[in-house]
Each structure stands twice: as structure tokens, then as C-alpha cells.
């Protein structure tokens, strides 16, 4: 078994941004904009943009951070999205999600210019990826894509299933594979005879969002698996994946955290940088 290490990865990514952002500024006088926005005062939320805007820094990448109080109105919000599409120094646009209650966030992830989404989620870029010919994708699963490639796993006439149907995980995944040639299968909730599916799996991608649902019973030997949850059990992050048992018929897994979670930053950066080279 082999334990795919997404930290090592995403590290690797970090430093060739770096190298490329360096000889890019030197070129044009300008580096990469990010713009993140954080709506209130959650948490996980704010963690998250404190770690993107660190690692912007790290990359040479310039960061535009907006923390706003939880009572800004949707009207507030449009207006700032606005300025930022219009600003030339911004590249890519971050809307951390979820948003208040009181925010339509369909209506917000729409307002941001599709050139900008750095996320991948504008109905344009999703579209785009539907047809094979985005720009920015979806980060966390371009990550994973990106993990398999690194580890020689080939992907052409392999059977994916991709467990979980979500628009920012499951779905994209799904479209990513059947780009690169796999026979791919979705599963879902409403999924008869699941163990019978993931069984087939060559690459087995779990994004349920259900703590170590994924059994050894479900999993071929020797199969791929990618686990991309992330729940906190008795204060501790764990996947989908029930890790030790499962691990013992892999043939290459993802730890959770360390595995998955580590490139959705890297490649968020990867999506600036190729924002910003599109724009010049």
C-alpha cells in the first residue's frame, strides 16, 4: 500500500508558483491578485482565509482580504464584489463559503466575473468543464486529479466511482476522469447496491461527508482510494474512509487530513496564477 501525501504535493506546487510568480513580476512589474471575502464571524471560515492569505503572501501572490460583520447586507456585498471585478490588481475572487442566512449565495457566486472565479463555480466555468475546455476548474478536484498523476496512477480505461454527487467535489470529479479517458460511475444516496458498484472501483473517490462509511467490504483489493472528507469526531478530523482496515487492501490511499485537503489551497493558487496570465 502506498499513502498518498498531499502535504508533499501541494508543498512541490508551492514552490514552482513561487518560482514562476518571481519570473512573471520581474517580466510584467505586476504579480498575481487574490481577493477573499469572509462574510461574519464562523470560525472554520475564517481559518481557512487566514491560511489562503498566508500562503499568497508565501507565493508572492498579492492578498486582498475583506472581512465583513455578519449584518452586510446582500445589496453591500454585490457593491464589493463589483469593485473587485473591476479591479485590475485582482485576478481571482474568493467568496468563502457558507454565507449568512440572509444572503442569496447563488446570486453572489454569479455576480463574480467567470474570468476571476477562482473557485471554478460560475455556472460559465461549469459549463466550460462540462465540455472539456475550462480554465479554472474546480480546486479540490483538480487536486485530485493532480495526486494521481504524481503518483503514476493511470487513469485512462480505468472504472472510477465517485461516491457522492456534490456540485463542488462529486460532479466535477466525475467530469475531470471522463476527460482523461476513465469509465466513470456516480453513486449517491439513492444508490442501489452500493458495496456491488464501489467493488468494481479501480479509483474510488469518497466525498459522502459521513465519517468512516467507507468499509474494507466496499473496496477491491488493490484499488485507489481518494477520501475527501473531512468530519470532526470527538474533536478529531476524520474521512469518509474507515482508514486502517481499508488501507490493508489498497493499493494507494489518501490519509485524512494530509492527503485531499492540502491541494484544494495549492491549486486555488494555481487557478490565480492562471488567471492572471490570462489577463496579460
Do not use: W
Not at 58 to 75: K, R, V
Not at 139 to 155: F, K, R, S
Not at 253 to 268: D, E, F, H, K, Y
Amino acid at each position: 500500500m502506498v499513502l498518498i501525501d498531499g502535504k508533499k504535493v501541494s508543498a512541490e506546487i508551492r514552490s514552482r508558483l513561487m518560482k514562476e510568480t518571481a519570473e512573471l513580476k520581474s517580466k510584467t512589474g505586476r504579480a498575481p491578485g487574490l481577493a477573499t471575502v469572509l462574510v461574519g464571524e464562523d470560525p472554520a471560515s475564517a481559518v481557512y482565509v487566514r491560511n489562503k492569505n498566508k500562503i499568497c503572501n508565501e507565493i508572492g501572490f498579492q492578498s486582498f482580504g475583506q472581512n465583513l460583520p455578519a449584518e452586510t447586507t446582500e445589496a453591500q456585498l454585490l457593491d464589493i464584489i463589483k469593485e473587485l471585478n473591476e479591479n485590475d490588481k485582482v485576478n481571482g475572487i474568493l467568496v468563502q463559503l457558507p454565507l449568512p442566512d440572509h444572503i442569496d449565495s447563488e446570486k453572489i457566486l454569479l455576480s463574480i466575473d467567470p474570468k476571476k472565479d477562482v473557485d471554478g463555480f460560475h455556472p460559465i466555468n461549469v459549463g466550460k468543464l462540462a465540455i472539456g475546455n475550462a480554465l479554472l476548474t474546480p480546486c479540490t478536484p483538480t487536486g485530485i486529479i493532480v495526486l494521481l498523476d504524481y503518483y503514476g496512477i493511470e487513469i485512462a480505461g480505468k472504472h472510477a466511482v465517485v461516491m457522492g454527487r456534490s456540485n463542488i467535489v462529486g460532479k466535477p470529479v466525475a467530469h475531470l476522469l471522463l476527460q482523461r479517458h476513465a469509465t466513470v460511475t456516480i453513486c449517491h444516496s439513492r444508490t442501489t447496491n452500493l458495496e456491488q458498484v464501489t467493488r468494481q472501483a479501480d479509483i474510488l473517490i469518497a466525498a459522502v461527508g459521513r465519517p468512516h462509511f467507507v468499509s474494507s467490504d466496499m473496496v477491491k483489493e488493490g484499488a485507489v482510494v481518494i477520501d475527501v472528507g473531512i468530519n470532526r469526531v470527538d474533536g478529531k478530523l476524520t474521512g469518509d474512509v474507515d482508514f486502517d482496515p481499508v488501507a490493508e487492501k489498497a493499493g494507494f490511499i489518501t490519509p485524512v487530513p494530509g492527503g485531499v485537503g492540502p491541494m484544494t489551497i495549492a491549486l486555488l493558487m494555481e487557478n490565480t496564477l492562471k488567471a492572471f496570465k490570462a489577463s496579460l
